[in-house]
């Protein structure tokens, strides 16, 4: 559990030449990428003609919207060519510029970004977002008539380069610095108004501002004083799907300066913007969206661009609340430091003091407790984890939008199952629609995950994450229903524990078995352990306890699993299953491996470190304790 931070999903790019997007024909565009194709568009992009220019700059954008288009053209130098073209007098080709190296940026890796800082793009779109420090207006017709805002290219230049801004900024140090250092804030405060910019103008301020003022004091100190502005964004937004998801991003920018945090007269109106942009269930819609074959959005009461802001909106509002749910954890980080450098490989005594313990709960704010069961907040969030039927999910992949609109809703759902971790820990049971609801949402999201082949490493680690902290809440609170489950309803997750390729989920589940079988044994007593349900899940479970620790390929998630194995038979009354299990000769056999194992790892545990150490140093006195125990079984 922990702060959610990832790179967030972004609206339709430049597309000037309608190639596909979502994988359509993608065999195809790979093949237009390689250098043949780069070194005609460099040979356009130099012409002096605009109309050439133009050309080359959107046969590019186009490229970068293939998967591996970003990565091939910051090989080349044809980043800082395009950039200068941010200057070139032609608005068309400075658009068609600022589209492209949207693309670029927004399609690639962290990697992909620093390689577009380091060919100079920052200077010539710092200099081109510095235009609109004053005042302007759209372009005209030959008629002179004003060009609406969506269709000005001008208007449009502001767009693309901010959304390039942002994902400069969201990777790069650097850019964070030349914003800083530009005064670039002012810009975007300038354009936020969509009453004056219009809403894709004012929007794609807000999600840059929201990039740019998360633990950014600089940033911070100009938007302060202006704070109580931006609140009236907040206030009473319109129900327009695009209205609630710029809300929602100035509630997120607000929190990140601090203003509108709990405690302040202003906390309950984020916490009401998040309940307005969770209130819309997107699976439903998107069913609606499937069963209009004839395209003209008549059983749809909104269009597929009003669908993918609501989804956008409702992963930032996940976001948002997860991190509300989540208290600072710098300590816990000091703490882990000190661990690292106070401990010697040969010392004893390990970490212990400084590990977190298992289900430990979270106490929110009083503010923030409050405000959540108020709005429902909860029951919302676990809608957001659903998922389309089957069905749905293949007539999506048929239409025009469909594959960029069930990509968002998978990222939907990974940030949902995120936020459910956190709620978990800091709800009481009743609040979380009680001990029925959370198991058989445990259950459900083990099968729906497990069950089937998944590929997504997010949506893994978001499914064993908030599978663990429901066992955790339950078993805080002795769930009747967890005392019940067999060895059957534990294969998928035995299977999963031993194959699943994301250490984490592997870690996960690992830790999950073990708070089953703490909690079976804390519940049964010692003549109930060696027969009937409770024993062969308790053997089931060492089985699969010891497969990891002695297996698997993650020294940390060894560590995991004979961490799990100490904790489930330190209870004196497990003596007879532990000689059942053979449990000291097992582990004996694994001490040589693990430290092994140790000696080659041990510069790359990072944040596994205390856990690894805490296992070296107390298997061992564990063995030499738990030994003369099992022996006297021996002797029967």
């Known amino acids: 559990m922990g702060k959610v931070k990832q790179r967030r999903q972004r609206g339709q790019r430049y597309n000037p030449t309608g190639v596909p997007q979502n994988g359509e024909d993608r065999a195809e565009g790979q093949a237009r990428c390689p250098t043949v194709g780069l070194r005609l568009v460099e040979e356009k992009i130099t012409n002096p003609l605009p109309e050439e220019r133009l050309c080359g700059l959107n046969t590019l954008a186009a490229m970068a919207l293939e998967e591996k288009g970003p990565a091939s053209v910051v090989k080349t130098s044809l980043v800082s060519k395009v950039s200068a ?70 208007s449009n230049t502001f767009v693309h380069a901010t959304h390039l801004l942002w994902n400069l900024c969201e990777c790069s140090e650097e850019a964070m ?9 002012q810009v975007l405060l300038r354009h936020l108004d969509p009453a004056a910019w219009g809403h894709t103008m004012a929007l794609a301020a807000a999600e840059c501002l929201l ?37 929602t991003t100035i509630a997120g920018a607000l929190l990140n300066i601090n203003y509108c945090t709990s405690g302040s007269s202003n906390f309950q109106l984020v916490l009401k913007v998040l309940s307005s942009m969770l209130e819309v269930q997107p699976s439903s819609l998107v069913t609606l969206y499937t069963q209009d074959t004839s395209g003209t959005n008549s059983q749809l009461s909104m269009t597929p661009q009003e669908l993918e802001h609501i989804i956008l909106g409702q992963q930032l509002a996940l976001e948002i609340l997860s991190n509300i749910c989540c208290p600072e954890d710098d300590d ?27 289900g430990a709960r979270t106490t929110l704010n009083p503010e923030v407790h409050e405000g959540i069961c108020h709005f429902n907040l909860f029951e919302k969030t676990l809608q957001k984890a659903e998922f389309p039927e089957e069905g749905v999910i293949q007539a999506l992949s048929t239409l025009k939008f469909g594959p960029s609109l069930l990509a968002k809703l998978g990222v939907l759902r990974t940030r949902a199952l995120l936020c459910l971790q956190n709620m978990s820990s800091a709800l009481e049971l009743g609040e979380l629609g009680g001990a029925d609801l ?100 308790l053997n089931a479970s060492t089985e699969f306890l010891f497969k990891v620790g002695a297996h698997d390929a993650e020294l940390w998630v060894s560590a ?44 790359r545990l990072g944040d596994h470190r205390a856990l690894v150490l805490t296992v070296k140093d107390n298997l061992g006195g564990f063995i030499k304790y738990k030994g003369p125990r099992i022996s006297k079984f021996s002797k029967t």
């Open 85 to 154: 073209l941010l200057k070139d007098p032609s608005v068309e080709v400075r658009l068609a510029a600022a589209g492209a190296l949207r693309n670029i940026s927004a399609g690639g890796s962290d990697e992909v970004v620093e390689a577009m800082v380091q060919q100079e793009v920052l200077g010539p779109l710092a200099d081109l977002l510095s235009e609109y420090r004053e005042s302007w207006s759209p372009a005209t017709t030959d008629l002179g008539q004003e060009i609406p805002r969506d269709a000005d290219p001008v």
């Open 560 to 603: 995991e699993a004979l961490d799990v194995i100490i904790d489930l038979y330190s209870d004196d009354k497990t003596d007879k299953l532990a000689h059942h299990v053979r449990l000291t000769d097992r582990l004996r056999g694994i001490q040589p491996q693990f430290r092994a194992k140790y000696q080659q790892q041990r510069k």
């Open 177 to 185: 610095n030349v914003f800083n250092q530009k005064g670039l804030v």
């Open 211 to 247: 990039c740019v003022t998360e633990n950014n004091p600089s940033a911070a100190s100009v938007l302060l004083p202006c704070a109580d502005d931006l609140v009236c964004f907040i206030s009473r937004p319109k129900e327009e799907p695009i209205n609630l998801h710029f809300a």
């Open 438 to 537: 959370l198991y058989s949402t445990w259950v459900r999201l083990g099968t729906m995950i497990f069950q089937n082949t998944c590929t997504d490493s997010g949506l893994l680690e978001a499914t064993a994450g908030a599978m663990r902290a429901i066992i955790d809440r339950l078993s805080q609170d002795h769930c009747d229903k967890l005392a019940s489950i067999t060895q059957q309803d534990l294969q998928l997750i035995f299977q999963a524990g031993v194959s699943c390729p994301v250490a984490s989920v592997r870690g996960n589940l690992t830790r999950m078995v073990g708070v089953l079988g703490c909690l079976l044994v804390t519940q049964s007593s010692e003549e109930l352990l060696s027969s009937g349900n409770v024993f062969e899940v």
């Open 332 to 358: 816990d980080d000091d703490n882990l430091d000190e661990c690292e450098d106070g401990h010697s490989d040969e010392e004893e005594g390990g970490c212990m003091e400084t590990m977190e313990e298992d």
